[in-house]
């Protein structure tokens, strides 16, 4: 075997490591999902609630983001609102579209948050990995959403229609002034930077999603 294949065998080896223990760190921090009276599932949406923005708080956004049925997320949905953690409110511009906040109930569930032994471990890590891994994870994470051909989630710092300004930023895709509380959130509507003569991916979802 030359150089080049015993490289490629290599690299291969250490990628197929790599995605092993990203799983592996998945499934052991979501062992205890089943505690506190909540299934997998709806610890994601109760997560996906508290992180994303005002317009991506919709059923069909959430359903992109657990990678499942509109059928699925919206049976995940009506489980939180039944135990009383999330409530819908329709949108003001728009009757026929909702979107979900947490209630009281809601914030204080994610006090049990099984993450929060995964997030202490991440807190524990040098300022400098945890900054690499702050860069790199929304990388891949976009690459692959790229390769399955679906929509890609991510915040305002490393998207392509962001814009930066002194008192909060813009949004291009949404044509919106964003204030600091938005700013940071999950985003249906997040597109990678590309460079200059790349073009952004068409997004959808960004005026939100009617039930």
Request: proline share 4%; net charge neutral; charged share 20%.
């Amino acid at each position: 075997m030359g150089s080049s294949d015993t490289t490629s065998s290599q690299t291969s080896g250490c990628t197929e490591q790599l995605a092993e223990m990203l799983v592996h760190i998945g499934r052991t921090a979501r062992g205890e999902e089943t505690g506190a009276g909540l299934t997998a599932a709806q610890w994601t949406g109760l997560r996906f609630f508290a992180r994303a923005n005002r317009a991506s708080r919709t059923p069909s956004a959430f359903a992109s983001f657990q990678a499942t049925t509109r059928g699925t997320a919206s049976q995940t949905i009506k489980a939180l609102e039944g135990k009383g953690l999330v409530q819908r409110q329709r949108s003001e511009t728009d009757g026929r579209s909702v979107r979900f906040e947490l209630t009281a109930q809601g914030h204080d569930m994610l006090g049990q948050d099984p993450l929060r032994h995964l997030m202490a471990a991440l807190a524990g890590l040098d300022p400098c990995d945890r900054a690499a891994m702050e860069r790199l994870l929304p990388v891949i994470a976009a690459e692959l959403a790229r390769q399955r051909g679906c929509r890609a989630f991510g915040t305002c710092d490393d998207c392509g229609h962001y814009e930066k300004r002194p008192c909060g930023g813009y949004c291009a895709c949404a044509a919106l002034d964003l204030p600091p509380g938005e700013i940071g959130r999950l985003c249906a509507s997040y597109a990678p930077r590309c460079g200059a003569d790349e073009t952004l991916p068409q997004t959808a979802g960004n005026a939100g999603s009617r039930e």
